[in-house]
T-cell receptor
Framework: GAVVSQHPSWVICKSGTSVKIECRSL??????MFWYRQFPKQSLMLMAT?????????EQGVEKDKFLINHASLTLSTLTVTSAHPEDSSFYIC?????????????FGPGTRLTVL | SQKIEQNSEALNIQEGKTATLTCNYT??????LQWYRQDPGRGPVFLLL?????KEKRKERLKVTFDTTLKQSLFHITASQPADSATYLC?????????????FGTGTQLKVEL
């Protein structure tokens, strides 16, 4: 099966610092990866769509300068939360899309719990 | 405005019964509708996908129906087991040029009791 990993699984940081979260597709190539955020008792909200080799497309209301996304290879995308603040504390989940016509399925990572003190 | 609504209250059922979860949406024209399972502190796990031109899809104890006129999907788990206890999310998939975007409902928490 297709496996997506995230690292770290959880991170605690001080306010004002930057945190990098990695998303890897372990056994397939993903031209497109997605980043979601989930607050407690709420659903997943799409933050951005990341295509390999090009700039990410951010959803309305998501600050691109705060949430830096890099998709440098077909198996790795990174999300950097810059100058993190307590309100950025959330569960961040990535997914990777595998090209397998006629349907390109998304596979989700296990998530990263970010706590900003 | 666009909305995806799932039963906000938790659903408690007895082991062996059929659980039925509802997903209603407005102002969307999805190409696909998907159902996921999410356990606490984990990412969603894909269960079933149904296309806009399909009425019903089955996989083992799971069944999904999709009514594009009513803009509703029903998700059934037959012969439910305590291990089925989790939050179930429906997601609409919208085709875009740069990757298919998924929009999730808020989820319904299912608890299967002995």
């Amino acid at each position: 099966g297709a496996v997506v990993s995230q690292h770290p699984s959880w991170v605690i940081c001080k306010s004002g610092t930057s945190v990098k979260i990695e998303c890897r597709s372990l056994d397939f190539q993903a031209t497109t990866m997605f980043w979601y955020r989930q607050f407690p008792k709420q659903s997943l909200m799409l933050m951005a769509t990341s295509n390999e080799g090009s700039k990410a497309t951010y959803e309305q209301g998501v600050e691109k300068d705060k949430f830096l996304i890099n998709h440098a290879s077909l198996t790795l995308s990174t999300l950097t939360v810059t100058s993190a603040h307590p309100e950025d504390s959330s569960f961040y989940i990535c997914s990777a899309q595998r090209l397998a016509p006629p349907y390109n399925e998304q596979f989700f990572g296990p998530g990263t719990r970010l706590t900003v003190l | 405005s666009q909305k995806i609504e799932q039963n906000s209250e938790a659903l408690n059922i007895q082991e062996g019964k059929t659980a039925t979860l509802t997903c209603n949406y407005t102002n969307y024209s999805p190409a696909y509708l998907q159902w996921y399972r999410q356990d606490p502190g984990r990412g969603p796990v894909f269960l079933l996908l149904i296309r806009e031109n399909e009425k019903e899809k089955r996989k083992e104890r799971l069944k999904v129906t999709f009514d594009t006129t009513l803009k509703q999907s029903l998700f059934h788990i037959t012969a439910s087991q305590p291990a089925d206890s989790a939050t179930y999310l429906c997601a609409l998939e919208i085709l875009t040029g740069g990757g298919n975007k998924l929009t999730f409902g808020t989820g319904t928490q299912l608890k299967v009791e002995l």
